[in-house]
């Protein structure tokens, strides 16, 4: 299976400049024989909004809005699957409209009326879709752990994590034969819930477990505590450089949530698809990892397959089927870690 993911910086609000962008890089890379392409959380209307005001223009209508038609024209000309996140509209553009009056009750006279009942209204939700190559949505996720910044506008998904047929093969195996069974999740997901959830109840890994899922697509918009100077700012040799090296702080927390899938003997793929760059926000500004990853797991390992700089923008692509795709990775020793460095590293989103 040829996977890629697209890890870019967008710009608060700039919708029609984050799609040119994710365009631009993908027309200057190799895009020929992909099977799946992933892109980062809320990928075009960037992440950082700091109310439900600020982020209602920019809400899109469930699986119809710019982020769905840019998902399957992209899935189209490429002839692969496209997986990406977007702000699911699913609130009235306007009022409710008034209902006809009830003509009065002789009874209502003798006893004092109740107040009407607040108007109800459908959540918003920060969604992903995944689109086919034929130009059909296959398979629609809602983000079940949500970060601070998302309980401003969006509720968590009524329909909790889920797992979708991919009609692909995945070749790890000696035989490997289609469809693989793949988890869907959002950044913050691979937290535990709220981050008052016990550390090891690991509950989207577990799931994806439970599920025997050999595919994990993660779309990310995950944060992280270095400052400017460590994402590179600048434009000398050395700071190019350091916007290529990967967080590896990030890349070691990411797995350390995946720890029931490191402990299971089948090997699972796991597509984590981060952004980079930086947002503004109101007191501190939004500062993202980036190190994009494809990662395989399992058998107490993590082999890597690829990955991207904590600030580099571009495509990452990644064959599994090639021998020497995977790199020998690290051996995480002892339990899991969690508490204090949980509050170190844990900046999902």
């Not at 400052?227 to 600048?234: K, P, S, V």
């Not at 070691?252 to 090997?267: G, H, I, K, N």
Request: negative net charge; contains cysteine; hydrophobic residues 40%.
């Amino acid at each position: 299976m040829h996977i890629a993911t697209l890890q870019f910086a967008p710009v608060l609000g700039q919708v029609a400049q984050n799609i040119a962008r994710a365009d631009e890089l993908l027309a200057a890379a190799n895009t020929d024989g992909l099977d799946l392409l992933v892109l980062p959380e809320l990928a075009f209307t960037g992440y950082n909004f700091p109310s439900l005001a600020a982020i209602t223009p920019h809400l899109e209508p469930t699986a119809a809005g710019p982020t769905a038609h840019w998902a399957l024209r992209t899935a189209t000309r490429l002839h692969c699957f496209v997986c990406v996140g977007y702000p699911e509209r699913t609130t009235p553009k306007g009022p409710s409209p008034p209902s006809l009056p009830t003509p009065p009750s002789p009874l209502s006279q003798l006893r004092p009326s109740a107040p009407p009942p607040p108007p109800t209204y459908p959540p918003n939700h920060n969604a992903l879709l995944l689109a086919s190559p034929t130009g059909h949505i296959l398979a629609h996720y809602r983000k079940t752990h949500l970060y601070y910044t998302d309980t401003t506008w969006a509720q968590p998904g009524p329909e909790g994590f889920q797992a979708v047929d991919l009609p692909l093969p995945l070749p790890l195996s000696a035989e490997p034969t289609p469809p693989t069974r793949t988890a869907l999740g959002i950044c913050m997901d691979l937290n535990p819930s709220r981050f008052l959830a016990p550390w090891d109840a690991f509950e989207f890994a577990t799931h994806a477990r439970a599920q025997r899922c050999r595919l994990v697509l993660l779309s990310m918009a995950w944060l992280t505590r270095l400052g400017a100077a460590e994402l590179g700012c600048g434009q000398n040799a050395e700071t190019s450089a350091l916007r290529r090296r990967p967080d590896a702080d990030t890349l070691a927390y990411w797995v350390a949530r995946l720890e029931p899938l490191m402990a299971a003997r089948e090997e699972v793929v796991v597509v984590c698809a981060n952004r980079c760059g930086v947002e503004p926000g109101e007191g501190e500004e939004a500062r993202y990892a980036g190190s994009s990853a494809v990662l395989c797991v399992g058998g107490r390992k993590a082999r890597v397959g690829g990955g991207l700089g904590r600030a580099e923008e571009g495509l990452l692509r990644v064959d599994t089927g090639a021998v020497g795709a995977w790199e020998a990775g690290w051996v995480l020793g002892g339990e899991a870690e969690g508490g204090e460095e949980e509050e170190r590293r844990g900046e999902g989103v």
